[in-house]
């Protein structure tokens, strides 16, 4: 069974930086996309960061030039390390893998459980 778990949320002041790990196990045969995505009371859940298995990356235009998405292959672990953090911010942050598991023909996506982050003024 594959799982993919957030870590390193919390509560911070504006301006303030935190970094955000996620961690997919199990019987994992290959690792595509993987993203963070942040999902805000009353809002949709929204893109964050993407990076591709070749670390291509790609940012919502809120978090560009303040946020930076890493991924470490062999520790099948991605980041968000998030800097200048303002209170609009504030959201339940999910992790997305794209994971073929073995035994399975084709990749799925697989979400974590969230990590919240709060930004206070």
């Known amino acids: 069974q594959v799982r993919v778990v957030e870590s390193g949320g919390g509560l911070v002041q504006s301006g303030g930086s935190l970094r955000l790990s996620c961690a997919a196990s199990?019987?994992?045969?290959?690792?595509?996309?993987m993203g963070w995505y942040r999902q805000a009371p009353g809002k949709e859940r929204e893109l964050v960061a993407r990076?591709?298995?070749?670390?291509?990356?790609n940012y919502a235009d809120a978090v560009k030039g303040r946020f930076t998405i890493s991924r470490d292959n062999a520790k099948n672990t991605v980041y968000l390390q998030m800097n200048s953090l303002k209170p609009e911010d504030t959201a339940m942050y999910y992790c997305?893998?794209?994971?073929?598991?073995?035994?399975?023909?084709?990749?799925?996506?697989?979400w974590g459980q969230g990590t919240q982050v709060t930004v206070s003024s």
């Open positions: 997305k893998g794209r994971i073929l598991g073995y035994g399975y023909g084709i990749a799925s996506d697989y």
């Open positions: 199990g019987r994992i045969f290959n690792i595509d996309d």
């Open positions: 990076i591709t298995s070749g670390s291509i990356t």
